[in-house]
């Protein structure tokens, strides 16, 4: 019997993508899972046309979970055609229902860098031991990050997505 998903991070990732995928698809658009082939993005998507393009990150956790883990790279803001989406992939046995969060990559970079700075900067008033390192994380709600942020507004905001990829008028 294979490995539940819950306690499998390779395969919770890999659905995760798909399931991305799957949901642009269903609005309308082309949506290629990269199979890690493509640096910074794991899905390619654009309008029907072809003539317009973004590139999606998805990062994966379980539902319920405070945070989910991103690397140094989150601290980079990729340009505007960039999206994270943190996706809520419950076991398969499970009734959570799943959760996306689609964030434009200018505001993760720059509250992931602002987050990780204050928690760094909070251990010397702690008196606390903290090494950096190239993790960082995004809160999911309720929870906030360090600075305050919260990505509460951008839950299934599949509509950032599709406004980068309408045709102009």
């Known amino acids: 019997m294979p490995k539940a998903i819950s306690r499998n991070k390779t395969a ?14 269903r609005r309308g658009h082309s949506a290629v899972v990269t199979l890690g082939n493509t640096p910074n993005t794991d899905i390619l998507c654009s309008n029907e046309e072809g003539t317009r393009f973004v590139h999606v ?3 994966t956790y379980v539902p319920g979970n405070r945070t989910v883990t991103v ?8 340009g505007k055609n960039f999206i994270w989406v943190l996706a809520g992939i419950p076991a398969a046995d499970s009734n959570q ?24 900067a909070d251990a010397e008033r702690l008196q ?13 709600p309720p929870s906030t990050s360090y ?15 599709d406004a980068l990829l309408a045709n102009p008028v």
């Open 12 to 25: 919770r990732g890999n659905s995760a993508q798909f399931f991305v995928a799957g949901e642009l698809c």
């Open 71 to 78: 690397g140094i790279k989150a601290e980079k803001d990729f």
């Open 128 to 140: 606390k031991s903290r090494k950096d390192s190239t993790v960082r994380v995004i809160h999911i």
């Open 147 to 161: 600075n305050g942020w919260s990505i509460d507004a951008f839950k299934n905001r599949w509509d950032l997505i």
């Open 97 to 120: 229902p799943f959760e996306y969060y689609i964030v434009p990559s200018a505001l993760v970079a720059e509250n992931v860098a602002e987050s990780h700075r204050l928690w760094l």
């Open 57 to 59: 990150q998805v990062k």
